[in-house]
């Protein structure tokens, strides 16, 4: 894995030189200066590091009782760049293991890092829609000195650069036309969920009437699950010459993984160790429509529905211990723990029934990766 990240790594550093020699644009050496800022921050961001000063100078600032959730964060921080390395990994796992040449060793981390390139450019706008503070233990972008809003051009700019990319590397491949619509699709879908998780946690408009299993779903499959599960499959797929018509059900398993993914992530950010996870949970206080709140009000009786409407979405300690002691009360820990074990059998089963040993071991690959994870 090592020597995989470190060749994606110098993907990346070839496909930021590219686009920052683009012929199309007369860089200044200004904007030249700002655009790779911008890429190092928000795409290869997980990779950014502090200096060990502002690391000293960080501890001394703090508590020992916070001392290790900030080592914790600082090292937790770093973008891991699962969604990219996973389409080398089913590529690989596609062509039975086979060693890959360097031609198709620097196609697969390409597609890697324009998923990458995505996810930076969905991130960067979300977090000004959300008036988002940090964004993995740093501070969000648009929150960098002299950016503000100029972070909605730049997240414009990451949207472009992905069809830069697909065109320079992939013109010339039978499958570039189906790449060029499946990115489009799925940037529209999560476009979608997005909308849908907007106008559902309006701020403002706090009513937990609107939330239900079935809202949950949708805003988890169309905002998460097809850029984060699907769309790396699917891009390792056409570079091994599938038609993914012919694929709908590896789809509907990925997209299963991606909502099994996100509940896991929502009990997460409730129950688990802070110093594990790497952060501090805020989905209560930011009024989420997480999977705990909507299974609370499926379980809840008059009176801890009504404890529930009073104090979900409040920012004050007080208020957030009294959710969680309901949600203790209802055992909600339980809940999810025959959530996920019935998740994973029914995923196993899917993944079994498939006639492609080959397909088998992808899906089964992610789904090693996140069966009982703990951050």
Request: net charge negative; with cysteine.
């Amino acid at each position: 894995m090592a020597d995989l990240k470190s060749t994606f790594l110098d993907v990346y550093s070839t496909l930021k030189s590219d686009l920052l020699q683009d012929p199309s644009f007369e860089f200044t050496h200004e904007s030249r200066q700002w655009l790779e800022r911008m890429l190092d921050y928000n795409v290869r961001g997980g990779e950014r590091s502090l200096s060990l000063s502002d690391i000293s100078s960080k501890l001394n600032q703090l508590t020992s009782n916070t001392c290790v959730l900030f080592c914790s964060v600082l090292f937790c921080s770093a973008g891991k760049l699962n969604r990219g390395l996973s389409v080398v990994d089913s590529y690989k796992l596609l062509k039975q293991g086979k060693e890959l040449t360097d031609k198709e060793t620097f196609l697969a981390c390409a597609l890697g890092w324009c998923i990458e390139w995505l996810q930076a450019y969905f991130l960067v706008l979300d977090d000004i829609m959300d008036n988002s503070v940090t964004r993995r233990g740093q501070p969000c972008w648009f929150r960098q000195p002299k950016v503000g809003m100029i972070a909605i051009n730049d997240g414009i700019l990451l949207r472009n650069h992905i069809h830069r990319i697909l065109k320079k590397h992939f013109k010339g491949m039978p499958y570039y036309v189906d790449l060029v619509d499946l990115f489009n699709e799925v940037e529209f879908q999560t476009a979608c969920g997005q909308m849908i998780d907007l106008i559902t946690t309006f701020d403002g408009e706090k009513d937990l009437s609107k939330y239900s299993l079935q809202i949950h779903r949708r805003i988890v499959q169309y905002k998460t699950a097809y850029y984060s599960f699907y769309l790396p499959v699917a891009c390792a797929l056409l570079m091994a010459g599938e038609n993914l018509e012919s694929h709908t059900g590896v789809k509907d398993v990925l997209i299963d993984m991606g909502i099994y993914f996100q509940v896991q992530d929502d009990y997460l950010d409730c129950f688990a160790d802070p110093e594990t996870l790497g952060k501090i949970g805020t989905d209560i206080e930011d009024f989420k429509c997480s999977w705990l709140v909507v299974k609370a009000l499926e379980r809840c009786s008059e009176e801890q529905t009504k404890i529930l409407y009073e104090n979900y979405g409040k920012s004050e300690p007080s208020n957030v211990a009294k959710v969680k002691a309901l949600y203790k009360e209802i055992d909600l820990e339980a809940v999810f723990m025959e959530y996920e074990r019935e998740s994973y059998e029914k995923l196993t089963k899917l993944i079994e029934a498939h006639q492609s040993k080959e397909i088998q071991a992808v899906l089964k690959s992610f789904l090693a990766k996140i069966y009982k994870r703990q951050k």
